[in-house]
């Protein structure tokens, strides 16, 4: 890869011009927090789709606004599939994992109140994800270095316990 001459070659301006437009960076959202060291701010952003200038900035409750959350959802013996989420609703509420599974795979996780429980769960970096989790905080905290949220989804056991 080209980016690893210039990491060779001591050439970090050069590397994070390029790896700046793949990798998302999270940007300080409180007002308290010290803003980030002046040569760090020029070296590494966020990538088109999250970035908080071409999207109005920081929200009311100071959250990043994103466009979109790209995402990966690795099914046990699927397909991969990728989506951009975009990190609200259209009412307005904040999108959650449990909101976006539910859309995008109904029949392992099925809407709530429905009386039918979720056949699956969720793991993020092998975690298991939180259904109320807010997909642009999984975006800002939880990318892989390509900038992709990668969702590894599994099969509960019988009486929905993990494996």
Request: net charge negative.
């Amino acid at each position: 890869m080209a980016s690893n001459r210039w990491l060779d070659n001591n050439n970090f301006d050069e590397y994070w011009r390029v790896a700046s437009k793949i990798t998302p960076t999270t940007a300080p959202t409180r007002s308290n927090s010290p803003p980030p060291p002046p040569s760090s701010t020029s070296l590494h952003t966020r990538p088109p789709s999250a970035d908080p200038q071409s999207s109005g900035g920081p929200d009311r409750d100071g959250a990043l606004n994103v466009r979109n959350v790209p995402v990966r959802i690795y099914l046990p013996d699927g397909p991969v599939l990728q989506d951009l989420v975009p990190p609200r609703l259209e009412d307005g509420a904040m999108h959650t994992l449990a909101s976006f599974l539910t859309a995008r795979l109904p029949l392992l996780f099925p809407e709530p109140g429905s009386g039918k429980g979720n056949l699956g769960y969720a793991l993020i970096q092998g975690v298991p994800a939180p259904a109320d989790t807010e997909m642009a905080w999984l975006g800002a905290c939880m990318a892989g270095a390509d900038g992709w949220v990668n969702v590894c989804v599994g099969l509960l056991r019988e009486g929905g316990r993990y494996p």
